[in-house]
Structure formats: structure tokens, C-alpha cells
């Protein structure tokens, strides 16, 4: 599976964003999938995830209620809408499958993207 995210870009604080991660392979759709992103000077953190089916959906709590994850899997494609954004959102962020485990943990997730920067001004 290789993955292509994008839709990063630069907005002012309280604007959105939409990232699109797509993925190329046929078994796509039998993959849960997250996004997470990593900030200058910090760890890789967990952003949201959904399952193969989409049918749930996770969230750190730094976005909950800010940011929406779903998935088209006609288009091979994983979203996450980004709302209110805040310059704390300001990072690279990477999109990945999950195979097992935690959907919180890194670790979980197999084949990753190359990230997409989001920079949110203040």
C-alpha cells in the first residue's frame, strides 16, 4: 500500500482544512486508517482514526469536536476535516493503515505517507 496525503497549506487561525490521504491498492478498504502529526520539536502524536468498515472513529483530545475523520472507500481516500483550527495545530501530518492493537499508538499502524505541512498563523 503506498499513501499520498495532501491539503496541507497555510491558514489563519479559526479557518479550516481538509486532508486527504489516498491510498493505492486494491486491499485499501480492509485497512482501519489514522492520521497523526508531528510538530517542530515534538513526538509523532495521535490525531484520529476510523476503521476499515468506517464505522467508528477515534480522536486525541486536543481535536475532539474540532476535527472529522471519514473515508471513501470507492476513492481509496481518507479525510480529516479540520475546523477552528488553532496555531497549536501547526505540524506535518502523516496519514497511515492500522493492522492491530491500539488505534492511539503508533506502533499499530504499518505503511505511512509522506505528510503534508499545516501551518495555522496567529
Known amino acids: 500500500v503506498q499513501l499520498q496525503a495532501s491539503g496541507g497549506g497555510l491558514v489563519q487561525a479559526g479557518g479550516s482544512l481538509r486532508l486527504s490521504c489516498a491510498a493505492s491498492?486494491?486491499?485499501?478498504?480492509?485497512?482501519?486508517m489514522g492520521w497523526f502529526r508531528q510538530a517542530p520539536g515534538k513526538e509523532r502524536a495521535f490525531v484520529a482514526a476510523?476503521?476499515?468498515?468506517?464505522?467508528?472513529?477515534y480522536y486525541g483530545d486536543s481535536v475532539k469536536g474540532r476535527f472529522t475523520i471519514s473515508r471513501d472507500n470507492a476513492k481509496n481516500t481518507v479525510y480529516v476535516q479540520m475546523n477552528s483550527l488553532k496555531p497549536e495545530d501547526t505540524a506535518v501530518y502523516y496519514c497511515?493503515?492500522?493492522?492491530?492493537?491500539?488505534?492511539?499508538?503508533?506502533?499499530?499502524?504499518?505503511?505511512w505517507g509522506q505528510g503534508t505541512l499545516v501551518t495555522v498563523s496567529s
Open positions: 491498492g486494491r486491499t485499501y478498504s480492509r485497512y482501519g
Open positions: 497511515a493503515t492500522y493492522y492491530g492493537g491500539s488505534y492511539y499508538h503508533m506502533s499499530s499502524y504499518e505503511y
Open positions: 476510523i476503521t476499515a468498515s468506517g464505522g467508528y472513529t
